[in-house]
């Protein structure tokens, strides 16, 4: 294998690795965005369950986290030059997607206050950049 193919497996391995870590947040904190989304939209916070609440906003710190670990390490990997301007305009759209999430993170308040204003417009900033997102992962696998 020549030093070309090595970079592009090892970018390659990178991607799918960051893949798999954001699909696992997912699968956790989607659930409980549904949750939150609908005490928005009903207005029922003061209902919900403090300790369900609190969970949640535990969730989304400990998601928040992990992806701005997954944009570090897209980053840091090393895109082949025929990929170099995919890979740039990806790492802008998670990084613009990750700062979104840290804008859903600091709307739920403690005491089960959220910010209904900053929830709605980081729910679109995600949505938004994760389509970005996905359109240069898919750009990146026909490339490959």
């Not at 895109?79 to 709307?107: D, I, Q, W």
């Not at 739920?108 to 206050?113: A, S």
Request: glycine share 6%; aromatic share 8%; hydrophobic share 35%.
């Amino acid at each position: 294998m020549n030093q070309a193919q090595l970079k592009a497996m090892k970018y390659g391995q990178a991607i799918n690795d960051a893949i798999a870590v954001i699909e696992k947040q997912q699968d956790i904190l989607n659930p409980e965005f549904e949750v939150i989304k609908k005490e928005v939209e009903a207005g029922t916070f003061a209902e919900m369950d403090e300790t369900e609440y609190e969970k949640i906003r535990k969730d989304f710190s400990a998601g928040t986290k992990e992806y701005k670990t997954v944009l570090q390490n897209l980053e840091d990997a090393k895109a082949p030059a025929r990929m170099m301007g995919t890979h740039m305009s990806l790492v802008n759209s998670f990084r613009s997607y990750v700062e979104g999430c840290t804008e859903m993170t600091k709307s739920l308040g403690k005491g089960r206050k959220v910010n209904k204003k900053k929830f709605g417009e980081s729910e679109a900033t995600q949505d938004k950049y994760m389509d970005k997102f996905s359109y240069q992962i898919q750009k990146l696998t026909q490339n490959m």
